[in-house]
Nanobody, 124 residues
Framework: VQLQASGGGSVQAGGSLRISCTAS????????TGWFRQAPGKEREFVAA???????VYVDSVKGRFTVSRDNAENTVHLQMNSLKPEDTAVYYC???????????????????WGKGTLVTVSS
């Protein structure tokens, strides 16, 4: 599975962006797909994930503002980001794994496939 993230950019605080992760390879719809982000000087952190049955999980700091969804026909997972804050500024990465779904334990080390990141910058 190869992943490609797109859609990053610059936005003012309170604005919205949608970033997308498009996969090549068969059966992507069966994969758990997650979004992670890494701000300058910080470790990469989990943001949101969606499984093959469209169950979702979010880090507390983005709940109610971000929505993860998937379009299986297009082999794509989206992250709609609303009410953006300067602290959301980071490089966002998508990742996928065929492992079991455990919404309480989705981390960097558990994801097998990674795409290159896309930069999201939120100005105050």
């Amino acid at each position: 599975v190869q992943l490609q993230a797109s859609g990053g950019g610059s936005v003012q605080a309170g604005g919205s962006l949608r970033i997308s992760c498009t996969a090549s390879g068969r059966h992507f719809s069966n994969y758990l797909t997650g979004w992670f982000r890494q701000a300058p000087g910080k470790e990469r952190e989990f943001v949101a994930a969606i499984n093959s049955k469209r169950a979702t999980v979010y880090v507390d700091s983005v709940k109610g503002r971000f929505t993860v969804s998937r379009d299986n026909a297009e082999n794509t997972v989206h992250l709609q980001m609303n009410s953006l804050k300067p602290e959301d500024t980071a490089v966002y990465y998508c990742a996928a794994d065929y492992g079991p779904w455990d919404p309480l334990d989705i981390g960097v080390s558990g994801m097998e496939y990674w795409g290159k990141g896309t930069l999201v910058t939120v100005s105050s």
